[in-house]
């Protein structure tokens, strides 16, 4: 079966304190971006990059510096939300097939997660990463808080992976709706939604504090 990915690379650095877009940020040496884009290059069967138009010139000098071969992947503009941008990476990929949607700020993910992911997206329909929340969860309302049970939470990851055609047609049914993620379209148009444990490494990198954990964690994996 096909294996298609989509890298959603939408973000800013106003989070980051810096001018430079998160996914363009040097991470011990080599960009964010590609980083991430080099591990579904070695699992998938097709690759799909999704860059706000304004950043193509930057991307087209960062590829030329670190030598990416332009049939490694497809290059689509994005849209003016995270939906949108989705939408137009899905317009490049055919069913029948599966794919991995994935934030490009997620560069620690491991190949192993990813092929998990397409492998039991091929079983069930779909694959959403989750990991168990360690901390104290408080729900705040107004002025008001309450101790919820993290015992009935999880904290959910990409990549999510799913039946090319069912993705397609949940985003098609819910084009002008806002979700924070991908799983949440799919769920919407009356999909099940399987869960698979996630990497408490595969964190999204958003904060300074993300970019040096990041840093530290690839000195210890490969020291």
């Known amino acids: 079966m096909k294996k298609s990915a989509i890298i959603v690379a939408g973000g800013s650095g106003v989070r980051m ?22 591990l579904f290059h070695a699992v998938a069967d097709e690759v799909v990059l999704v860059l706000p138009q304004a950043h193509f010139d930057y991307w087209e000098k960062l590829r030329n510096q670190f030598s990416i071969n332009k049939t490694d992947y497809q290059l ?25 949607i994935h934030d490009a700020v ?13 492998e039991t997206a091929a079983k069930y329909g779909s694959a959403i990463p989750v990991i168990p929340v360690r901390e104290t969860l408080r729900k705040v309302e107004n002025s008001s808080s309450e101790v919820v049970d993290r015992e009935q939470h999880r904290l959910v990851q990409t990549p999510q992976c799913f039946d090319i055609e069912v993705i397609k047609n949940a985003y098609k049914q819910f084009s002008g709706t806002t979700f924070t993620d991908d799983a949440g379209v799919y769920e919407a148009a009356g999909n099940t939604v399987h869960l698979i444990e996630g990497e408490h490494s595969n964190i999204k990198i958003t904060f300074p504090a993300d970019l040096m ?3 530290a964690w690839l000195n210890a994996r490969f020291s």
């Open 17 to 38: 304190g810096s001018d430079v877009p998160k996914q363009f940020l040097l991470l011990n040496d080599i960009p964010v971006l590609i980083r991430t884009l080099q």
């Open 76 to 100: 689509v503009a994005g849209g003016s939300s995270r939906t949108e941008s989705v939408i137009n990476g899905l317009e490049k990929v055919n069913s029948p097939g599966l794919v991995a």
């Open 106 to 118: 997620r560069p620690l993910v491991s190949k192993e997660l990813i092929s998990h992911a397409f």
């Open 213 to 215: 954990f990041a840093s």
